[in-house]
């Protein structure tokens, strides 16, 4: 180090030259020939002193300038290598001339790094991406950010690496020095949360119902495809509208207390948390919704998650069951009614038939005869309707064919409507047979016929209609869930009339209920008809609009295979109704006892008579010929008619069983457990009928 002589003033050496024992040496005469030398030391020895105190200065100096550097280069060694970042020096050939233990670590070697290169510690293509990052580095002279991806014995591993250009002296560019941070957790916590939101996305998308997302404000946030749907607004529109804009406004204050103790309560609803309120939709119309509130607490503050179904369908059914319960109820009712009138009306009918004999010649009174006897017939028919009604009609299914059904009803139709209603048909060709009832069809579409030409009084057309259909899963889940998804035939009426309104069509086919004036209709008919349906396991749907006339569509089941037409039918001729065979007559009504006695003595048969099933018994004992058993089958005493048949047959195996009751036969079967075994005529009955029937079951 090269130190300057100092610049002294000359004032300081003379007094210093002037003082102290130099001073008294040199003001001796004797000694001032020596005064220059003696400047000279005096000089000499200051000069000496001051530049030992200088360096000891800055020896001193030096020595704390080393000590901070010592210090500062311990800490930066601690920083560089205890860094959780792998960082690393490397010069433009390649080479590592520092790495820290993170980047040894990230290297996944336990040899020293420095003085290795890429080569040592990565596949070539590795090598290669790695040589281009350092020469863009060093080439464009800036700090750059890349993203590397390498495998180690964990798996795949990800880094965030900074690597910037080192200069020497001259500004060129001499190394490039990086910075590695292990991303791999943080990379796969983002994956995990995107494959989350994807999922979520999905979910919220894919929801059968309405998802919509209420900030604290009210404002919907977000909502889902099914919203959009439910509403028929776009997204965008839905995003800045508030959550009562989609209630009607009838049910928008009562929501707004729903909502009100959900958000301060929500866990003092119970269990059902939902609220039945009317939507609106974007053009007015409304439609009946379920909303139930999840309210939850994000960062973003508290947000109310609005789950919002469409329950028409639900709704549909619980109506549905409703009217199928009330129908249930009365059709009961019906049916135990009709039972206790065909008994009477059976008393009734059969002594106005015995006194029709009497009073042959007396023409007044058998005018009154025969009024009463059209009176009687005419409660007869009624409670078949009531029996109808309450499915408990007496029916025999066939296979048949619908067309042919159809095309003998059109040709009697014409003069039933009259000639200001065109008939129209439009018959699919090779529908399959369906197991039905013949006559009970045939009264049906000449019902719905009927009711039709009501409709239209000015005229109109009539269209009958056939055609193969099916119901799927979807439509019977629906619709109705009583019947069973499969191939159907489908026959359709539909008129041109006055239609109906929604309350008439979900009134019309309950007992009794009718629009016409009073005594033109009982009520019945359509009710007839939709027992006659359900009781042939069949489905029908009703459609109708006012000023559009009115279409109903009955569903029977299909069967397989295929019969031929049988073509026009015709009345069985009834021939040789009498018999000379002894017939053994059960029943504990004493009037209808007394009926079939007379009818049957009449008819030539010899007969015995009993009141229930142990007299029964006794008579089968002492008679070994008895050829028919003719019993009702509800008797007191603990023993019903068809044990008596069961108990007749092990005694006479050759005789014949027909049942009698009020009940046909189906409905006894469902009401006693027993299988109805033999044939049945129901009650009331007449002399005629009973005649055929018993030379059929002898027969």
């Known amino acids: 180090?090269?130190?300057?002589?100092?610049?002294?003033?000359?004032?300081?050496?003379?007094?210093?030259?002037?003082?102290?024992?130099?001073?008294?040496?040199?003001?001796?005469?004797?000694?001032?020939?020596?005064?220059?030398?003696?400047?000279?030391?005096?000089?000499?020895?200051t000069v000496v002193g001051w530049v030992a105190w200088r360096l000891a200065n800055t020896v001193a100096a030096l020595?704390?300038?080393?000590?901070?550097?010592?210090?500062?280069?311990?800490?930066?060694?601690?920083?560089?290598e205890n860094n959780p970042a792998a960082m690393f020096v490397k010069s433009k050939m390649g080479t590592y001339l520092f790495a820290n233990d993170a980047c040894q670590k990230m290297l996944g070697t336990?040899?020293?790094?420095?003085?290795?290169?890429?080569?040592?510690?990565?596949?070539?293509?590795?090598v290669a991406r790695l040589g281009a990052q350092d020469d863009a580095v060093a080439q464009e002279g800036r700090v750059i950010e890349f993203s590397n991806h390498f495998q180690d014995e964990h798996g795949d591993r990800y880094y965030s690496t900074i690597k910037f250009p080192l200069y020497n002296e001259a500004g060129v560019t001499e190394a490039v020095g990086g910075i590695a941070t292990d991303v791999t957790e943080k990379l796969r916590a983002n994956r995990a949360l995107e494959q989350s939101e994807h999922k979520f996305k999905i979910l919220l998308e894919s929801a059968p119902d309405g998802i919509a997302i209420v900030n604290e404000d009210d404002r919907i946030v977000l909502v889902n495809k099914r919203t959009e749907e439910l509403f028929s607004y776009d997204r965008g529109t839905l995003v800045s509208m508030r959550v009562d804009d989609l209630i009607q406004e009838t049910d928008r204050e009562r929501f707004r207390q729903f909502r009100f103790r959900q958000v301060r309560d929500p866990e003092g609803?119970?269990?059902?948390?939902?609220?039945?309120?009317?939507?609106l939709r974007e053009g007015g119309e409304t439609f009946p919704i379920e909303v139930t509130l999840s309210p939850v607490q994000t960062e973003r503050g508290p947000l109310n998650i609005c789950n919002i179904r469409d329950i028409s369908a639900r709704m549909q059914l619980e109506t549905q069951f409703r009217q199928s319960q009330k129908m249930e109820a009365i059709g009961l009712l019906s049916g135990g009614m009709a039972h206790d009138f065909n008994n009477l009306l059976g008393v009734v009918i059969g002594n106005l038939d015995i006194l029709e004999r009497l009073v042959r010649d007396d023409g007044q009174n058998l005018k009154r005869v025969h009024t009463a006897q059209k009176a009687a017939l005419r409660g007869a028919d009624l409670t078949k309707r009531m029996l109808a009604v309450a499915r408990r009609q007496s029916l025999h299914p066939e296979p048949i064919l619908v067309n042919d059904v159809i095309g003998e009803l059109t040709q009697i139709l014409p003069r039933t409507l009259g000639p200001d209603i065109e008939v129209v048909t439009k018959l699919a060709p090779s529908l399959p047979p369906v197991l039905v009832d013949r006559s009970g069809l045939e009264n049906a579409l000449l019902n719905l016929a009927v009711n039709a030409r009501d409709a239209m009084p000015d005229g109109g057309r009539l269209y009958m209609r056939s055609e193969t259909t099916h119901l799927d899963q979807g439509y019977v889940g629906v619709q109705n869930k009583e019947i069973p998804p499969g191939p159907y035939v489908r026959i359709s009426v539909t008129d041109t009339g006055c239609g109906m309104t929604p309350d008439t069509v979900s009134r019309m086919f309950e007992p009794f209920f009718t629009t016409k004036d009073r005594g033109k209709g009982t009520g019945l008919g359509l009710a007839m008809i939709y027992g006659f349906t359900k009781q042939s396991h069949g489905h029908i749907r009703v459609y109708s609009e006012l000023g559009e006339g009115t279409t109903v569509n009955i569903y029977a089941p299909a069967m397989e295979g295929v019969i031929e037409s049988a073509g026009p039918i015709g009345k069985p001729a009834v021939n040789g109704l009498g018999g000379a065979e002894t017939v053994l007559v059960v029943d504990d009504e004493v009037e209808l006892l007394e009926i079939a006695v007379t009818y049957l003595e009449e008819l030539g048969y010899k007969v015995h008579a009993a009141a229930?099933?142990?007299?029964?018994?006794?008579?089968?004992?002492?008679?070994?010929?008895?050829?028919?058993?003719?019993?009702?089958?509800?008797?007191?005493?603990?023993?019903?008619?068809?044990?008596?048949?069961?108990?007749?047959?092990?005694?006479?195996?050759?005789?014949r069983i027909l049942y009698t009751s009020g009940f046909p036969s189906d409905a006894l079967a469902e009401k006693s457990g027993l299988e109805i075994d033999a044939p049945i005529v129901t009650k009331p009955y007449r002399k005629d009928e009973l005649a055929q029937r018993i030379r059929d079951t002898l027969a």
């Open 1 to 45: 180090m090269a130190f300057e002589a100092p610049d002294f003033p000359w004032t300081v050496v003379s007094r210093v030259a002037n003082t102290g024992p130099l001073g008294l040496l040199l003001s001796s005469p004797q000694s001032r020939s020596l005064i220059p030398i003696g400047a000279l030391l005096i000089l000499i020895v």
């Open 63 to 80: 020595r704390g300038r080393e000590h901070e550097l010592h210090k500062s280069r311990v800490l930066l060694d601690a920083f560089f």
């Open 110 to 126: 336990d040899h020293a790094v420095v003085g290795t290169d890429d080569n040592r510690h990565f596949p070539p293509e590795v």
């Open 269 to 279: 609803l119970g269990v059902s948390t939902g609220i039945e309120l009317h939507g």
């Open 612 to 655: 229930d099933a142990q007299h029964a018994l006794d008579v089968l004992s002492t008679h070994s010929r008895i050829d028919l058993l003719l019993t009702d089958i509800i008797m007191p005493g603990g023993m019903n008619g068809v044990a008596l048949a069961k108990a007749a047959r092990t005694r006479l195996p050759t005789i």
